[in-house]
């Protein structure tokens, strides 16, 4: 059973039933979120490659495409199957076109093979700390806005060490290491506590699956280790 995203977050509906947030989280309420977001993926299977060529061919044919006009690294195309009903193909940007690694399509299926939803994620780069990120649930775009990664309630780290008592600084520190931007896993937390609390169900599937697939072993290995030295 999927659980909605923890959030601090006041939003508002808005016509097509989706709720955008006003205000970016706390460093303590995307904590929060990325706890819940890491444990919600680790039942996933993920499917041979066969399976994924044939789900990648059903994309195709049902005409599935990007809203941002970006190209799609097909070759990097990953699949899993998150239920007894339901399967998720994730399709990652193709490289050089000014977006983060973590940009990316995710296309839901039905066990007949139909397309019943899909998410992306496009992260552009504006400095270290920040950037815009854009997200599509169903071709509908659900949130656009520049992102600043929360503060933490110590000094920011600034060498490779961890500090005790900092959980977000060195959740970052360690995200940092490992070439994850820290505002992008808060852009995660804004737009997933935005789809996921209106539309629990396919949307938060898609949109967990948009944001966790790509580097979710990263974010559980620096949970573990932001718990370990804080």
Known sequence: MLLALTTSIPATAQEDGLALPL???????????????????????????????????WVAEAGVKPSAGLSLDTGGAVAWR???????????????QGVLSQSSLTVMFANDDTVVGSSEWVFTPHSANSGRVQSWLNGSLVIDQTVSAPD???????????????????????????????????GISIACAAVCVVTA????????????????????????????YS
Request: charged share 15%.
């Open 152 to 186: 933490s309630d110590a000094p920011r780290i600034t060498s490779m060490a961890y500090k005790k008592g900092d959980w977000w600084g060195n959740f970052n520190q360690c995200l940092s290491n490992a070439g994850v931007a820290a505002w992008v896993i808060t």
């Open 23 to 57: 205000i970016p989280p706390s460093a303590q309420a995307t904590t929060a979120s990325l706890v819940q977001m890491d444990e919600e993926v680790r039942d996933w299977r993920r499917l041979a490659q066969p399976a994924t060529e044939a789900l990648l061919g």
């Open 201 to 228: 169900g396919i949307g938060c599937i898609a949109c967990l699956g948009a944001a966790s697939a790509g580097f979710s072993g990263t974010v559980s290995y620096c949970i573990t280790t932001a718990n370990l």
């Open 82 to 96: 998150v239920s007894e009903d339901v399967r998720l193909l994730r399709l990652p940007v193709a490289l050089g």
